[in-house]
């Protein structure tokens, strides 16, 4: 281990190893069996409904009544419309496109995941690079006899000008 640098790894990243990313059922509730039960109906009626063939079952239902709506005058139509076509066509396609989104937008979760796992993995790898150089340039300096500095007078401005001596040492 080099004496110039200490690596200290964010507590996240051994946590991060055995999470993996977040999915849907880590969502659900399981400290109850009311709850799971709940979630369970849940999403099996979601799933039916939201369906394309559901879609058209509820259209088909809708035209059914169609008839006597028309009977009944222009008021009877629009709300024919708005209280039984597009309140139940519309439920299930609304679902149908949500759950296309969710899946685009799992797959986008799950790759931003995997970036952000490689990007850990090569800064994990750069670090050890640096280790690696760090115990090159300490051999080097042993070798030349040169006396072992402190980082903070061996790091030069920015400006490529010479270290500035310490507060606490002798200027000479």
């Keep these: 281990m080099s004496t110039i640098f200490e690596h200290k790894p964010h507590p996240y990243i051994e ?6 990313p977040s ?11 009311s709850g799971r039960f709940n979630s369970w109906l849940a999403i099996k009626i979601t799933s039916a409904v939201g369906t394309m063939w559901c879609a058209y079952a509820f259209g088909v239902l809708a035209l059914i009544s169609l008839p006597d709506a028309i009977k009944h005058g222009r008021a009877t139509i629009i709300s024919w419309i708005a209280q039984t076509f597009l309140q139940l ?9 949500q759950n296309i989104l969710s899946a685009a ?53 920015i400006d490529g000008a010479p270290p500035e001596t310490p507060p606490d040492s002798p200027a000479g």
């Design 15 to 20: 946590e991060r190893k055995t999470k993996g």
């Design 23 to 33: 999915k849907v059922s880590d969502q659900l509730p399981k400290n109850s069996a």
């Design 89 to 97: 066509v519309l439920l299930s396609i609304i679902i149908v496109g």
């Design 105 to 157: 937008s799992d797959k986008r979760s799950e790759a931003t995941y995997k970036d952000a796992d490689a990007i850990l993995q090569e800064a994990l790898q750069i670090q050890k690079h640096l280790e690696a150089q760090d115990r090159a340039i300490e051999q080097i300096l042993a070798t030349m006899g040169a006396l072992p500095v402190s980082p903070a007078q061996a790091v030069a401005p």
